[in-house]
C-alpha cells in the first residue's frame, strides 16, 4: 500500500473535479467501487500502486500526476532522480515515477527499487495498456505472469501484456532495479 496523505487524497480529488467527474464516474471509469474512492479523498485508506494505476487510467493522467506538482509547459525535462518522489511498497521496495510532466507522451516510464524478497503488487492490474517494457538495470527478479515464471537477470528486457495477472519479486539478496515503460 502507498501511504496515505492529505496531499494524495487531495490531489485524486482535484484531479477528478478538473474533469468534471463524480466519485462513481471516475470509480466506473477506474474499474473500483464508489465506496473505495470515497475513502481515498477522505484519507482514510491506502492505495496501492495498481489502485493507482487503474485511478490514472480513469483520469487518462500519469501516475505521476498524483506526487509531481505540473508548471508551465516546456520544450525540455531535465530531472535527477533523487529530486522525483519515491513510494514506498508495501512488500518491500519503492516506486519512482519518472514521467515528464510537460510533453505529451505516449508512455509512462518508472523505475522500481525492490529490496531482497520484495514485491511489487499481487495480483491483477486491470490497467487499460496493454504494452509494457522492462529492462533489468540492475539485479535480478522473477516475473511471474499468466500462470508461468520468468527469470530475470541484469541487463536483459522483455516486453508484455500488462493487462495479465504479473506480479514482480526480487529473488536475490541484493536490492534489484526494474526500469519499466507503459504505453498510456
Known sequence: MVPVTKELSAKI???REKQGLSQRGLAEAAGISAASLSQLE???TSP?????EKLADGLGVAVAAFFIETGDA??????????RPSVPL????RFI?????HQPTGFEPMLVQLEPGGRFEEGQYGIKSPHAFVWMRRGKALLE???????LSEMQSLYYDARKQHNWRNVSDEICELLMVRSR
Not at 48 to 52: D, K
Not at 90 to 93: A, D, E, I, T, V
Not at 145 to 151: L, N, P, S, T, V
Open 13 to 15: 480529488k482535484a484531479l
Open 42 to 44: 477522505a484519507g482514510l
Open 48 to 52: 496501492s500502486v495498481a489502485t493507482l
Open 74 to 83: 516546456v520544450d525540455i525535462e531535465i530531472f535527477d532522480l533523487n529530486d
Open 90 to 93: 508495501s512488500q518491500g521496495g
Open 97 to 101: 515515477p519518472l514521467t515528464a510532466m
Open 145 to 151: 505472469y499468466d500462470g508461468r515464471e520468468y527469470a
